[in-house]
């Protein structure tokens, strides 16, 4: 066994000292900070105000942490209107988050109001509703059917509201999604009187 290799308790092959590295950069080097933002976007896409904090917590100096992602903004690899849209795409139809929720989101993940209007004007007021009517839906096989119709009501509106969506879309959904689901309760639907 080599001296050098048992005092400073790492094994070559563990990765141990790539942490170790980036735990204390002290300052660090431009490489080592764009090696390290590169880990990072390896797992997923992030804001450049997500990475900046990131570095911050490893402990790189402002100065070395913006030249970094400068150079990887240069290249395209951090760019927030990309990452805005990306974003809303995915928490919209993955997720079913509304319009108000998925700005919070990209507010609290740094990303300016330029760069996130457009990605929330791609979500339009019939999309919105298309995917709140799926959730109510779905939400609505999964309630007991003794509940009453108040609390059904304020069961779905809540749901959609914690998901960001406006008051006025969810109430006019869940009514839609109730009116529906009573009506053969009060009428029978168009296709049983062609029968």
């Known amino acids: 066994m080599a001296a050098g290799s048992e005092g400073n308790g790492s094994d070559p092959g563990t990765g141990s000292d790539r942490s170790r590295k980036d735990r204390t950069p002290q300052g660090g080097t431009v490489e080592q900070a764009k090696e390290a933002c590169l880990r990072l976007l390896a797992v997923r896409a992030r804001s450049r105000a997500e990475l900046a904090q990131r570095l911050a917590a490893k402990g790189y100096t402002p100065e070395i942490t913006e030249q970094a992602m400068s150079r990887l903004a240069d290249v395209g690899l951090i760019d927030d209107a990309a990452f805005a ?3 809303v795409h995915a928490r919209h139809t993955f997720s079913g988050k509304g319009k108000q929720a998925l700005a919070q989101e990209l507010r609290r993940k740094g990303v300016a109001q330029s ?3 457009p990605a929330l004007e791609a979500i339009s007021s019939d999309d919105e509703a298309a995917r709140a009517t799926d959730l109510v839906r779905r939400k609505l096989r999964t309630l007991p059917a003794n509940l009453d119709r108040e609390k059904t009501i304020r ?3 809540g749901m959609l509201a914690r998901r960001g969506y406006p008051q006025s879309v969810a109430f006019t959904v869940v009514k839609a999604e ?4 009573d009506t053969p309760d009060f009428e029978p639907p168009d296709s ?4």
Request: charge should be negative; proline fraction near 0%; glycine fraction near 0%.
């Open 85 to 87: 849209a990306e974003w």
């Open 115 to 117: 760069d996130s209007a």
């Open 155 to 157: 069961r779905l509106v």
């Open 178 to 181: 109730l009116a529906e689901r």
């Open 192 to 195: 049983a009187l062609a029968d």
